[in-house]
């Protein structure tokens, strides 16, 4: 791919600075997101720390907002590192830690000018499409390359969050973009292998039932998360799971199972309520990290980036912190833990929407109010698969509400690739309809967030109706 010139060299401002405060010995204090796009950037921007002897100190954060820039600045650190939020709350950032220097490494919609302190490397800054070409973990692993190009081996990491955010969305479900020079980067130190098949996680590695529960981009409703309702269905549909003593992994498959399988997964895919085309969501490019032991979570980007997820969702995300860091024996064994639980609880809430009449439809949006019902951390994460599976029936965007635990109501909204209401921006939605109920809101034109106070939420759905509505007939 041609490198984006004027791009690349926006990092050298921001790798100065660093480079500056590293050598003074300040701390660095590193500040993200909570989910895999987060994880695997604060891991990339901890990792290019300690190879320079910094000292650093490196948190997840729910969310970008007064309270916890507060306690940031009582810190006294010397430099705040920003990544995968920041652009979206400039003023803010500005207002909070008025003297610090700052650098904001994000991939957000930016809101407002960076403050006079600040340094802020975006890819929307440059014309490069943020929500799709490269994520929050890309541009901290070309800011760690900018410092030190020993952190070649972090490119792995760098496309992890990329997969996370849903970025492939190249032909045959690949990475597009500037995520292109980053796997270029990334096969040539040796670290990558790209493949095409089905896209289960772990297929050359697993036992055929426990990659199909395991998987859950795509979620397969009645199958992600439950190993024996996949050994009943393969036992079902005659493929079997065993060759003599030894499991069969979906590399054992010959093609005739393979198309056997691919066949009646689109079957049940159609009987749990899934659009029959979504069911291609099943095969793709498989991005397997060479370096990275066989039969671990981390071999497989897509199973990485999920395994960072439910650290984050699930409030571990200092466990996915130390994975990216190279955290393996106890600590993944407390990860795939988690990551089981994350697929039991995203299972039980879809039951939970599907069995009851949950979605409502407005003009032009769906609304899921959860209240308490669906954690917080996940309402994005559910919202995704609906929209992503086709069980809603409509192009409409969804926007789903959950209460949080901070006494205000945390807003996730998603729009489904390739559909009439691409013209959309739901981070100019969200920014608006949030600010105009006193909250605040932002992201990406098809994935974005909100907090908004309690109380405020049917006004809240009807502003973000309207602007659809106006947004849609605009487009
Ligand atoms: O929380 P959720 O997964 O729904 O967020 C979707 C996107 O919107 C994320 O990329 C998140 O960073 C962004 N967002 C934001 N401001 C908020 C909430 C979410 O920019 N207040």
Request: charged share 25%.
């Amino acid at each position: 791919m041609e490198p984006p010139r004027e791009f690349l060299s926006s990092f050298k401002p921001a790798a100065d600075l660093f480079k500056s405060h590293a050598e003074r010995g300040s701390i660095i204090r590193i500040l993200t997101h909570n989910d895999a796009d987060g994880v695997s950037s604060g891991g990339i921007l901890s990792k290019a720390a300690k190879r320079m002897g910094a000292p650093f100190k490196t948190t997840v954060e729910k969310r970008l907002d007064e309270p916890m820039l507060r306690g940031v600045a009582e810190e006294k650190p010397g430099l705040v590192v920003f990544t995968d939020f920041g652009s979206g709350y400039l003023e803010l950032v500005g207002k909070a830690l008025p003297d610090v220097d700052a650098i904001i490494l994000d991939h957000h919609m930016p809101s407002g000018e960076a403050p006079q302190h600040a340094v802020q490397v975006n890819p929307l800054l440059h014309g490069i499409d943020g929500s799709r070409d490269i994520a929050a973990s890309g541009v901290s692993y070309i800011f760690a390359k900018t410092l030190d190009p020993r952190n070649v081996d972090l490119a792995p990491l760098g496309l992890v969050g990329a997969l996370g955010d849903q970025q492939d969305k190249g032909e045959k479900k690949s990475l597009k973009g500037v995520n292109i020079l980053i796997e270029e980067e990334a096969i040539a130190a040796g670290l990558l292998s790209k493949s095409v098949d089905l896209i289960f996680y772990g297929h050359e590695t697993r036992p055929v039932a426990r990659a199909i529960a395991n998987t859950t981009t795509p979620f397969i409703p009645g199958l992600s998360g439950r190993e024996d309702s996949a050994v009943a269905f393969l036992n079902h549909i005659g493929i079997p799971l065993k060759t003599g003593d030894r499991m069969r992994s979906l590399s054992d498959l010959d093609e005739e199972e393979k198309r056997k399988l691919f066949s009646a997964l689109s079957s049940h895919m159609v009987a749990q309520g899934c659009d029959a085309k979504t069911v291609h969501n099943l095969i793709g490019t498989v991005y397997t990290f060479k370096k990275e032991e066989v039969t671990t979570p981390m071999r497989d980007g897509r199973e990485y980036s999920s395994l960072l997820n439910a650290c984050a969702r699930m409030r571990r995300p200092s466990l996915g912190i130390g994975i990216c860091l190279g955290d393996r024996g106890e600590a993944m064994k407390d990860a795939e833990q988690t990551v089981d639980e994350y697929r039991r609880k995203i299972g039980g809430y879809l039951d939970w929407v599907r069995t009851g009449d949950r979605i409502k439809e407005m003009g032009a949006i769906y609304v899921l109010s959860a209240g308490t019902d669906i954690d917080e951390n996940i309402v994005g994460v559910v919202s995704s698969i609906l929209l992503g599976q086709g069980i809603l029936k409509s192009t409409k965007p969804i926007v789903s509400a959950a209460n949080s635990d901070d006494g205000t109501v945390k807003i996730s909204s998603r729009i489904a690739e390739g559909t009439a209401y691409m013209g959309i921006h739901l981070g100019k939605i969200m920014q608006e309809a949030a600010g105009g109920v006193k909250g605040a809101g932002g992201g990406h034109d098809n994935a974005a967030g909100a907090f908004i106070p309690q109380g405020t939420e049917s006004e809240f759905m009807r502003r973000v109706d309207e602007l659809v509505a106006k947004q849609w007939s605009a487009s």
